[in-house]
Every structure is written in structure tokens, then in C-alpha cells.
Nanobody, 125 residues
Framework: VQLQASGGGLMQAGGSLRLSCAASGRTFSGYAMGWFRQAPGKEREFVAA????????HYADSVKGRFTISRDNAKNTVYLQMDSLRPEDTAVYCC???????????????????WGQGTLVTVSS
């Protein structure tokens, strides 16, 4: 599967952005999906994950209550709605995919087989 992330940009603190990750192929519903981010000079970190059917989600503590991951299997797309943005959310955000059983959410980067290119999110104070 090939992944294409979009939606990044410059936003003031407190604002909102929605990232999208479009996947190729006709078996998107068979993949668990995740979002990761990497800030300058820092290691890549987990942000959010969603099961193949969308019924299970998992968030990093740093974004819980502010970010929402969702998916539309008919459109082969996973989303990351980011609200109440903070300067520390500034990073390159990447989406990832792995074939998985129902209800599985994957929170580690090594658990994913496919990665999209990143989209830059910059939050100014």
C-alpha cells in the first residue's frame, strides 16, 4: 500500500488542523493505521492509532483530548484532527499502515510496514 499525507501548515497556538492520509489499493480496510511525528532534533514518537474498522483508537498522552484519529474506509483515508494546537506539536507528521486483525491498534513504529512521506505542522506561539 502507498500512503500520501497532506494537510500540514502553519497555525497559531490554539488553532486546529486536519491531516489526511490517502492510501492506494483496494484493501485499505484490512490495515491498522497510525500517525507518528518527529520534531527537529528529537526521535520519532507515536501520536495516534486506529484499528482497521475504526472501532478502536489509542493516543499518546501528550495529545489525548486534543487530537482525534478517524478513518473512512470507503475513501481509503485516515484523518488526524488536531485541536488546541501547541508550539510543542510542531513536527513532521507521518502516517503508517500494517495489515492487522480486527480491533488491533499498533503504537510502536516497528509495528508498521508501510510509511507515507511526512507533512510539516508548525505551531507558532
Amino acid at each position: 500500500v502507498q500512503l500520501q499525507a497532506s494537510g500540514g501548515g502553519l497555525m497559531q497556538a490554539g488553532g486546529s488542523l486536519r491531516l489526511s492520509c490517502a492510501a492506494s489499493g483496494r484493501t485499505f480496510s484490512g490495515y491498522a493505521m497510525g500517525w507518528f511525528r518527529q520534531a527537529p532534533g528529537k526521535e520519532r514518537e507515536f501520536v495516534a492509532a486506529i484499528s482497521r474498522g475504526g472501532g478502536s483508537t489509542h493516543y499518546a498522552d501528550s495529545v489525548k483530548g486534543r487530537f482525534t484519529i478517524s478513518r473512512d474506509n470507503a475513501k481509503n483515508t485516515v484523518y488526524l484532527q488536531m485541536d488546541s494546537l501547541r508550539p510543542e506539536d510542531t513536527a513532521v507528521y507521518c502516517c503508517a499502515a500494517v495489515r492487522a486483525i480486527q480491533s488491533t491498534t499498533i503504537t510502536t513504529a516497528r509495528g508498521y510496514d508501510y510509511w507515507g512521506q511526512g507533512t510539516l505542522v508548525t505551531v507558532s506561539s
